[in-house]
């Protein structure tokens, strides 16, 4: 798909309603920093559109882009943000819930972790949660550019055990810097934009 336009449409706070929006959404969800708002800026070949930051904590929001008026891309608020009090963290855990649970265009959810590390307690509870709510999520593991190419598979199976990912579940690496992975990712978007839950 030829990106043409690009539009923050929807922003949503802890006490907003969330969209009833009528275009597929495509969700990105994963701990503060590990690079959703860069991976979506990738995928909107926008420089800086989504705001980025080298502070974890950015994307407080829910953020709905629409993009050629065909789908979304929904910017989830990271988790794990160590700094953001529990009753806040809880908000936007409830948030988040909310969204999974109720949003009827949700096609895929694209769980974000970082390459480098094996996956935190966090990590491994967002990837369950979004499998209970129905959901297979696909994993794209972030900052490629960071580590060796040689360590790539290691660093593949590391992330699959520490989630203990179901058989048959999608790991793709990606650089935000180099934009490897970058395809890959966009092809399972337009392969699932006329899909239906159960089977994205
Ligand atoms: N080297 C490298 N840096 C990256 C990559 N992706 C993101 N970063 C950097 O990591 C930092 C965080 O990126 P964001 O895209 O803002 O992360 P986020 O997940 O949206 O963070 P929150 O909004 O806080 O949840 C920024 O400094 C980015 O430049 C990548 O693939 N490679
Ligand atoms: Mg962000």
């Given at each position: 798909?030829?990106?043409?336009?690009?539009?923050?449409?929807?922003?949503?706070?802890v006490?907003?309603?969330?969209?009833?929006?009528?275009?597929?959404?495509?969700?990105?969800?994963?701990?503060?920093?590990?690079?959703?708002?860069?991976?979506?800026?990738?995928?909107?070949?926008?420089?800086?559109?989504?705001?980025?930051?080298?502070?974890?904590?950015?994307?407080?929001?829910?953020?709905?882009?629409?993009?050629?008026?065909?789908?979304?891309?929904?910017?989830?608020?990271?988790?794990?943000?160590?700094?953001?009090?529990?009753?806040?963290?809880?908000k936007w855990?409830k948030m988040i819930?909310r969204y999974?649970?109720?949003?009827?265009?949700?096609?895929?959810?694209?769980?974000?972790?970082?390459?480098?590390?094996?996956?935190?307690?966090?990590?491994?509870?967002?990837?369950?949660?979004?499998?209970?709510?129905?959901?297979?999520?696909?994993?794209?593991?972030?900052?490629?550019?960071?580590?060796?190419?040689?360590?790539?598979?290691?660093?593949?199976?590391?992330?699959?055990?520490?989630?203990?990912?179901?058989?048959?579940?999608?790991?793709?690496?990606?650089?935000?810097?180099?934009?490897?992975?970058?395809?890959?990712?966009?092809?399972?978007?337009?392969?699932?934009?006329?899909?239906?839950?159960?089977?994205?």
């Amino acid at each position: 798909m030829i990106i043409r336009d690009v539009n923050l449409e929807t922003v949503c706070g802890v006490t907003s309603k969330l969209p009833d929006n009528t275009l597929p959404e495509f969700a990105f969800a994963g701990k503060s920093n590990v690079g959703k708002s860069s991976l979506i800026n990738a995928l909107m070949n926008r420089k800086s559109y989504a705001r980025t930051s080298s502070q974890p904590g950015k994307t407080q929001t829910i953020n709905f882009y629409n993009i050629n008026n065909a789908l979304y891309y929904v910017d989830l608020p990271g988790y794990g943000y160590a700094k953001v009090a529990l009753e806040a963290k809880e908000k936007w855990g409830k948030m988040i819930e909310r969204y999974l649970k109720r949003s009827e265009m949700l096609k895929m959810v694209f769980l974000l972790v970082d390459i480098r590390h094996e996956p935190s307690a966090n990590d491994k509870l967002m990837y369950d949660w979004i499998i209970y709510n129905g959901y297979h999520p696909v994993i794209i593991a972030t900052k490629l550019d960071k580590i060796n190419r040689s360590q790539i598979q290691k660093h593949v199976k590391m992330i699959r055990e520490g989630l203990e990912m179901e058989k048959g579940g999608i790991v793709i690496p990606f650089s935000a810097e180099t934009k490897q992975g970058r395809d890959e990712i966009w092809n399972l978007i337009e392969a699932n934009l006329g899909t239906g839950e159960e089977e994205a």
